[in-house]
């Protein structure tokens, strides 16, 4: 049996069978916060700070943090998935719903796709109807308190019900798109969708993630 099948009839590993509607395939329950990137955390002045929305919209637009900070904010409580296989239950986020966002910013989007620009030229790319969901948020706290800048300080997106690389950690731009194009892990091999409890890790070729990858990784 190759690799992707042993993973595929691994059992949820959870002694709590009230959780395996809430663990998806393949994943297992962490209490850690894994610490995932590419590259070296970026450092950020909020007074220079900006986000800029722009593509295939009425209305492309700069907002600054402090613009940000007066927005509508929102509490969500979620559970994360990454594609390495950990899952942390009942996580608490705070920030401006995406869909609270373009409300208040007049943003017409004109294209039905988005492309999430972050530091060290990040990219992921996410279909403009997930992010209009009720748990999508521009996130600045984590836990009740501001993030850390290896949690993505000052905004990072949460796409909870997607694998945790569409929430892009350290966001500088939204770009609203008429076609799909793919992100930087999306490029690499996995999948362009990533819905967890389908499993859609990969496209393509399976690639190997050994089981234990994030347990080496920093956490906190
Ligand atoms: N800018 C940026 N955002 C990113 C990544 C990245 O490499 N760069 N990695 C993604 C991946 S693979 C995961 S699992 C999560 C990890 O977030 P965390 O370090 O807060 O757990 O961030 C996502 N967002
Ligand atoms: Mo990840």
Same mark, same amino acid.
């Given at each position: 049996?190759?690799?992707?099948?042993?993973?595929?009839?691994?059992?949820?590993?959870?002694?709590?069978?009230?959780?395996?509607?809430?663990? &998806?395939? +393949?994943?297992? =329950?962490?209490?850690?916060?894994?610490?995932?990137? %590419?590259?070296? #955390? *970026?450092?950020? @002045? $909020?007074?220079?700070?900006?986000?800029?929305?722009?593509?295939?919209?009425?209305?492309?637009?700069?907002?600054?943090?402090?613009?940000?900070?007066?927005?509508?904010?929102?509490?969500?409580?979620?559970?994360?998935?990454?594609?390495?296989?950990?899952?942390?239950?009942?996580?608490?986020?705070?920030?401006?719903?995406?869909?609270?966002?373009?409300?208040?910013?007049?943003?017409? &989007?004109? +294209?039905?796709? =988005?492309?999430l620009?972050?530091?060290?030229?990040? %990219?992921?790319? #996410? *279909?403009?109807? @997930? $992010?209009?969901?009720?748990?999508?948020?521009?996130?600045?706290?984590?836990?009740?308190?501001?993030?850390?800048?290896?949690?993505?300080?000052?905004?990072?997106?949460l796409?909870?019900?997607?694998?945790?690389?569409?929430?892009?950690?350290?966001?500088?731009?939204i770009?609203?798109?008429?076609?799909?194009?793919?992100?930087?892990?999306?490029?690499?091999?996995?999948?362009?969708?990533?819905?967890?409890?389908?499993?859609?890790?990969?496209?393509?070729?399976?690639?190997?993630?050994?089981?234990?990858?994030?347990?080496?990784?920093?956490?906190?």
């Amino acid at each position: 049996m190759n690799k992707a099948d042993r993973i595929k009839q691994m059992k949820v590993p959870t002694g709590d069978a009230s959780l395996s509607d809430r663990v &998806p395939p +393949g994943q297992m =329950v962490t209490d850690r916060f894994p610490i995932l990137h %590419e590259g070296e #955390v *970026p450092e950020y @002045d $909020l007074a220079e700070w900006s986000l800029r929305i722009f593509g295939e919209v009425e209305n492309e637009t700069i907002i600054s943090y402090e613009d940000l900070l007066a927005l509508p904010q929102t509490q969500v409580s979620c559970d994360i998935h990454c594609v390495t296989r950990w899952s942390k239950l009942d996580t608490v986020w705070e920030g401006v719903l995406f869909r609270d966002l373009l409300k208040a910013l007049h943003v017409e &989007p004109k +294209g039905n796709y =988005v492309m999430l620009h972050a530091a060290n030229d990040y %990219e992921t790319n #996410v *279909p403009l109807e @997930d $992010l209009m969901g009720d748990q999508v948020l521009l996130a600045f706290k984590y836990d009740g308190k501001p993030l850390t800048g290896k949690h993505g300080f000052p905004l990072r997106l949460l796409v909870p019900h997607l694998y945790f690389w569409k929430s892009a950690k350290w966001i500088q731009g939204i770009e609203f798109m008429k076609q799909d194009r793919e992100g930087f892990w999306e490029q690499n091999g996995f999948h362009n969708v990533a819905d967890p409890f389908k499993e859609q890790r990969f496209s393509g070729e399976f690639i190997d993630i050994p089981e234990d990858e994030w347990v080496k990784k920093e956490f906190d």
